[in-house]
């Protein structure tokens, strides 16, 4: 190597083979980093890594496959997207939900204390701020409500203090109501968008729980996943918070009739018993603005088009029960479903 020429940049994107961390491995590919994609392939698929990215199966939660993992590939930059993402179900797979989504984060932040890691890319949730606090702003004092939020919100403040103790630097990221191209739409817990895509492609009614009047702010992926890839080249974002998707909420009747028109199927609701969950949630995107210059969100409409294509072309997916839900008071009837 030449006096001129410098090292490619060494990524690691756990989750890769999932929804967003697939894109997120594609926009640092683009950006010239050699990316090794982890995941466990449980919510993932192998056929969504990059061609030119090292896939390795395996769980955040082994650490000493954890460790070998960090000696071999020596990694600058860490952006650590896997988890379990489901809000509602978190308050029935409680240990589920901290043995995954902290104590493999604790696995990965430690390896990249140990190894000098350059900057810890973390992506967290608005469910970290709860209930009613919209628009949701950064600076908002977090209350979560469930335990997927607590989890979150755990690991932003592990972060944290591993700034303060070890000086890693780090970026989090608080991303809300992603949908795309790759999304999981078998998934019958999480992913409203993918949920009602799959409803229609095998024929079912679409599930909506409650009235279907609470809101949400649908984020299109390339709203997201470029920003993320994006962030630690910008000093500005070190050691910060964000928040990052769309900015206009609709209901989920809303929504409901905007994936009929994207994919040309008339559907009918099914209105489910109301559950336990945050009604209004859509946050303040004007730091992001501020820090990474983002363009203005794709409208709903759009994406629904981009993901509705995507989505004829691999049809519908069968999506497995929870394998070991943890607590069945109060869990939704239609999860119990075979």
Known sequence: M????????????????????????????GKGHSVV??????????ENVPAEAVFVQGSVNDAEFISKLFDEHRFDYVFH????????????????????????????????VKHDVRCFVFTSSIAVYGAEQTPMREDTTPQPEDPYGI????????????????????????????????????????NVVGIFMNQLMSGEPLTVFGDGDQTRAFSYVDDVAPCIAASIEIPDAH????????????????????????????????????????????????????????????????????????AKQVGPRRGEKFGDIELTKGLPPVWLEG
Request: charged share 20%; glycine share 8%; net charge negative.
């Open 37 to 46: 994609v982890l995941d466990d392939l449980s919510g993932g698929f192998e």
């Open 151 to 190: 989890a979150k919100l755990a690991v932003e403040q592990d972060l944290k203090a591993a700034k303060r103790m070890f000086d890693l630097d780090h970026i989090i990221f608080r991303p809300h109501n992603v949908y795309g191209e790759y999304q999981n739409i078998g998934d019958r817990y999480r």
């Open 239 to 310: 050691n910060e918070v964000f928040n990052v998707g769309a900015d206009r909420p609709f209901t989920v009747n809303e929504l409901a009739q905007s994936v009929m028109e994207a994919m040309g199927i008339e559907g009918e609701l099914r209105h489910l018993e109301a559950r336990n969950e945050v009604v209004n949630a859509f946050s303040d995107h004007s730091k992001a603005r501020r820090v990474f210059g983002t363009n203005e969100p794709v409208p709903l409409q759009e994406g629904l088009n981009r993901m509705a294509a995507w």
């Open 81 to 112: 997207l896997a988890a379990y993402a489901a809000e509602g179900l978190s308050h029935f797979i409680r240990r589920f939900n901290y043995a995954n989504n902290v104590l493999g984060s604790m696995t990965l932040i430690n390896e990249a």
């Open 2 to 29: 030449s006096g001129t020429e410098t090292a490619m940049p060494n990524s690691l994107v756990t989750g890769g083979a999932g929804f967003l961390g697939a894109h997120v491995a594609t926009h640092l590919l």
